[in-house]
């Protein structure tokens, strides 16, 4: 069985390590027998979704997602065609951004790709922190870092997670991310996936379902001590904070 990655404009969005989040999709593909092929894009090279298992949309700045803008408006039909025929998608920070209708920023509106039926606007402020959220899809915690001007608002889309400490989407609902067909949406960096060994290994699950049926599409465990070590460790220190904090609350009142 093979797998192939594709890396949209990784030489315009890749904030925060969104490399690694390629090489954890290839290794834990590798690790089990399974090949992997990694296919980037520039900005002016074509894109045959047809040929693409899984796509990763990285991150960028405000400047950047501008630059790729007038590209996204070409291929739009074609990757929204890939998604409706439950193609396999990361989109992270500036890339899950732009899954949506529009970003409205302080220097003009960015069209999105219309993909996902969401849409963000720049608000005053950033919001950075670590953060973890808690998903149904997993047992284990989504753990990562954020910083983003953007508030994005997925109505009535299912979202990735529950916020049990940062913000996530726009610093009000509670929730994180989206999660569309095969798609998921984050603002979650890291990068996101090696500390999410159990968010990797749905992405590849989902592309070896598409591609080869559900029966071929199980995977063998992989020891992941570390892996859930690190995630761990978020963990708990932001619990921890959390537990002080409402300790303090309740000395006060």
Same mark, same amino acid.
């Given at each position: /069985? ?15 390590? !969104? ?13 089990? *027998? ?18 693409? !298992? ?11 997602? /501008? ?32 899954? *949506? ?48 001007? *953007? ?38 960096? *890291? ?31 992989? !020891? ?11 963990? !708990? ?17």
């Amino acid at each position: /069985m093979k797998l192939t990655i594709g890396h949209l404009f990784p030489d315009l969005l890749n904030l925060y390590g !969104d490399r690694g989040n390629i090489q954890c999709l290839a290794k834990r593909l590798r690790w089990r *027998g399974i090949e992997a092929e990694v296919k980037t894009f520039s900005i002016d090279e074509e894109i045959d979704f047809s040929a693409l !298992d899984i796509v990763l949309l990285g991150g960028g700045s405000d400047r950047e997602q /501008m630059l790729v803008c007038n590209r996204l408006k070409e291929i739009k039909s074609e990757f929204k065609a890939y998604v409706e025929d439950m193609g396999v998608v990361i989109a992270i920070c500036g890339g899950y951004q732009l899954l *949506g209708k529009y970003y409205e920023t302080d220097e003009g509106k960015i069209d999105g790709l219309d993909i996902v039926d969401m849409y963000t606007v720049q608000e005053k402020g950033r919001l950075i922190n670590n953060i973890f959220i808690k998903s149904d899809l997993f047992e284990m915690p989504i753990v990562g870092f954020e910083n983003h001007g *953007g508030r994005t608002y997925i109505n009535d889309n299912k979202p990735l997670g529950k916020v049990v400490f940062g913000k996530g989407n726009n610093g009000k609902s509670g929730y994180e991310g989206v999660v569309y067909k095969n798609v998921i949406g984050t603002y979650l960096h *890291g990068p996101l996936l090696p500390k999410n060994p159990q968010l990797c290994d749905y992405l590849l699950t989902k592309a070896l379902e598409r591609k080869y049926g559900a029966d071929k599409a199980v995977l063998a465990p992989l !020891d992941d001590i570390e892996e859930k070590e690190a995630n761990k460790y978020i963990v !708990d220190r932001y619990s921890d904070k959390i537990e002080n904090f409402k300790e303090r609350i309740r000395k006060l009142i």
